[in-house]
T-cell receptor
């Protein structure tokens, strides 16, 4: 599975868009980009995933660059409850193998 | 629909004691996983199962054993607990079509070994 690089921490003002970047320059053609988040002391929560095209659901939007070497998770109107660690994971799917969770980005939404 | 339930939520063990952590899912998922998370770190896979009666080692399997006798349950055992096993343990499951919902995680078990 391709390795990902995320900034260790970010701040965002409440009500503003939070843009979380992820670099995955060694991604291969059949690998997907997944995003999960972990709110303090809870189990990780699935947010969104994509292969090539941009994706949007009720939680967030995922923007993947044309060369697929990086992506951005967008929380359009961040709230205090969005404060969490966000994990960007790249892997072939579906697969019997597990997700590899790195250190992620700690997003702090500030009032 | 409870999702993934982990028991117990908290436990303190003495070094050398044994215990079993239970993970139960009611979503008829094929795949189940046990992770541990140490302070300030990401999750590391201990063991996983791709179906009833099957188990496989993950990244950090030493000191742990698992069993998947029933599809809905995945047990994690510590035969002789060590302080290095103090951690938060998360169980997760997913179905064949992981695109739909990704992994579903339990709320975790906080284990302290003294």
């Amino acid at each position: 599975d391709a390795k990902t690089t995320q900034p260790p921490s970010m701040d965002c003002a409440e009500g503003r868009a939070a843009n979380l970047p992820c670099n995955h320059s060694t991604i291969s053609g059949n690998e997907y980009v997944y995003w999960y988040r972990q709110i303090h002391s809870q189990g990780p929560q699935y947010i969104i995933h994509g292969l090539k095209n941009n994706e949007t659901n009720e939680m967030a939007s995922l923007i993947i660059t044309e060369d697929r070497k990086s992506s951005t998770l967008i929380l359009p109107h961040a709230t205090l409850r969005d404060t969490a660690v966000y994990y960007c994971i790249v892997r072939v799917a579906p697969s019997g193998q597990n997700f590899v969770f790195g250190p992620g980005t700690r997003l702090s939404v500030l009032p | 629909n409870a999702g993934v339930t982990q028991t117990p939520k908290f436990r303190v063990l003495k070094t050398g004691q044994s215990m079993t952590l239970l993970c139960a899912q009611d979503m008829n998922h094929e795949y189940m996983y046990w992770y541990r998370q140490d302070p300030g770190m990401g999750l590391r896979l201990i063991h996983y199962s791709v179906g009833e009666g099957t188990t496989a080692k993950g990244e950090v399997p030493d000191g742990y054993n698992v069993s998947r006798l029933k599809k809905q349950n995945f047990l994690l055992g510590l035969e002789s607990a060590a302080p290095s096993q103090t951690s938060v343990y998360f169980c997760a499951s997913r179905g064949q079509l992981e695109f739909n919902y990704g992994y579903t995680f339990g709320s975790g078990t906080r284990l302290t070994v003294v």
